[in-house]
């Protein structure tokens, strides 16, 4: 059998000093670069309906890139994925104060967060596929953060076409933990996104604030232009007049996923027509945050020379719902010692003929 490999080649110094290194792994004709900088997926190769092969993630070809500016482009986001309103919570009585990143609140586990680490890596061919596992442990009190945190993130390369994410971690404190990852997927190579089509299958979001803080409620999908559980076209209704729209200046919002907890289900899947590639996202998760690039302004170039504007990418983020440390109603997002944190995503791209 097929199992794939794993190559390793220097990627530059970190702002510490530090060498970076970038996994090349492959497996039936497909290839994702990977850095043990931020866990960034650097690059993702993959044939088109024709066999064409093309890179369907943004980024940077050079660690100098991720160094300088990123939108947190293919990295490992944590601590606490998304946003932690007014940058403080409180657990068992105290108080925890964390850097204000994003206006008042605190953005993807603070200034420095799990995207701007090194992990330490190890590589290996398993009967699944290529894997690389990234090692990081968070000292009690970085960014704020209670407790010695141990994480563990799996990337493997399966044989159809995907990339399965398993994060494991433990704590010798009480602490808040939400991993994700955030790259930006663009099925057609560059361009903007709203041409692709896009099913979530959710039939709730949970509707933020002006600071793209939850409220706290629920609110149905059905009339309005946040129901995706038909195929739509990302582009369709991104602009109409619609108060969660206006405050995410488009998609930049949690849905509530349609599965049991537990096991990984499928909760995304983005189709683009000229290049018949298909994106299905699986996690085990209770939400995944939708973003579709409105933060993009065209100051950035990235590989091959491509100026990413507006929405020319969008994210799939299967996490926690946003702020759950501070919001009664959701679902916890607290580790205790001797708990192990567990989280799956499976992101797997083929083609539709
Ligand atoms: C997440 C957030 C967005 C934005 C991006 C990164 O998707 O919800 O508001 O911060 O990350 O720019």
Same mark, same amino acid.
């Given at each position: 059998m097929n199992s794939g490999e794993i190559t390793k080649t220097p990627f530059g110094a970190t702002k510490e000093g530090k060498t970076a290194d970038l996994f090349t792994l492959r497996h039936n004709g497909v290839e994702v670069r990977i850095t043990n900088y931020g866990g960034i997926v650097t690059h993702w190769l993959t044939p088109d309906r024709r066999g064409q092969v093309g890179d369907v993630v943004l980024g940077y070809d050079t660690l100098d890139g991720y160094l300088k500016a990123t939108?947190?482009?293919g990295c490992l986001v944590g601590r606490c994925g998304n946003r932690i309103a007014k940058a403080q919570f409180s657990l068992n009585g105290v108080t925890y104060r964390l850097a204000a990143n994003n206006g008042p609140n605190s953005l993807h #586990?603070?200034?420095? /967060?799990?995207?701007?680490v090194l992990w330490e890596p190890k590589s290996s061919v398993t009967p699944g596929g290529p894997a690389l596992e990234l090692n990081y442990l968070s000292p009690d009190?970085?960014? /704020?953060?209670p407790g010695n945190l141990k994480i563990k993130s799996v990337y493997t390369l399966t044989a159809d076409g995907g990339l399965r994410l398993d994060f494991t971690a433990t704590t010798d404190k009480d602490t808040v933990v939400n991993l994700t990852h955030h790259s930006y997927f663009n099925l057609a190579g560059? %361009?903007?996104? $709203? #041409?692709h089509t896009m099913q979530i299958r959710s039939e709730q979001i949970t509707p933020v604030d002006a600071t793209l803080i939850p409220t706290g409620k629920f609110q149905s999908v059905e009339g309005t232009p946040l129901d995706f559980r038909k195929p739509t076209v990302i582009g369709a209704r991104i602009d109409e007049n619609d108060e969660q729209l206006k405050f995410g200046a488009g998609y930049d919002h949690n849905w509530v996923a349609n599965k049991p907890a537990g096991a990984p289900g499928l909760i995304a899947r983005a189709t683009e027509r000229t290049s018949g590639r298909v994106l299905e996202v699986s996690s085990t998760q209770p939400g995944v945050q939708f973003y579709t /690039?409105?933060? $993009?302004? %065209?100051?950035i170039t990235g590989k091959n020379g491509w100026v990413y504007q507006r929405r020319h990418g969008f994210c799939l983020e299967p996490q926690h719902f946003p702020d759950s440390i501070n919001q009664p109603n959701f679902p916890s997002v607290v580790l205790k010692p001797g708990q192990t944190y567990r989280h799956t995503i499976i992101y797997r791209v083929s083609v539709e003929k």
């Open positions: 939108p947190y482009f #586990g603070g200034v420095r /967060g799990f995207d701007k009190g970085e960014e /704020g953060f560059h %361009g903007d996104i $709203l #041409g /690039g409105n933060f $993009l302004d %065209g100051t």
